[in-house]
């Protein structure tokens, strides 16, 4: 038996999350009478925000430990990156989405899902240069 490609289920969860972001922006919409932009609704904005920081740092995210994972980098090493990118996005997502959120808990959020985008582009720059010197 084949050992299956880790980064792929984690991109299955990640999907769903953005999915629920998704979801929670359009039941905002009605109530707040505003199919487009935010018609001055603080819930709505904060939703809308959570929605797409989500899609703006997800997918750069998972090409990167997509790549990690072609190069044969240890499965045990995407695990961790992995599931440091969901507790990041689910930290931010579920922050941010509150009228008095933490700054600080937002941070941590952002940071984590920053490490990951970084740990991701030295482990491929890395690689790129052990295999070229070859």
Request: proline share 3%.
């Amino acid at each position: 038996m084949t050992v299956p490609f880790v980064v792929p289920a984690y991109a299955g969860v990640l999907a769903l999350i953005y999915v629920f972001l998704a979801i929670r922006v359009s039941r905002l919409r009605g109530p707040a009478k505003a199919m487009i932009g935010t018609g001055g609704d603080a819930r709505l904005e904060r939703a809308i925000r959570a929605h797409a920081n989500c899609a703006e740092y997800v997918p750069f995210a998972l090409l990167l430990l997509g790549f990690m994972e072609m190069q044969r980098n240890s499965s045990y090493l995407l695990h961790v990156l992995c599931l440091v990118l969901i507790a990041g996005r689910v930290i931010h997502a579920a922050n941010i989405s509150r009228a008095d959120e933490s700054l600080a808990i937002r941070v941590v959020g952002t940071l984590l899902t920053q490490a990951v985008i970084i740990i991701a582009a030295i482990a491929l720059i890395i690689d790129y240069f052990r295999v070229a010197s070859l």
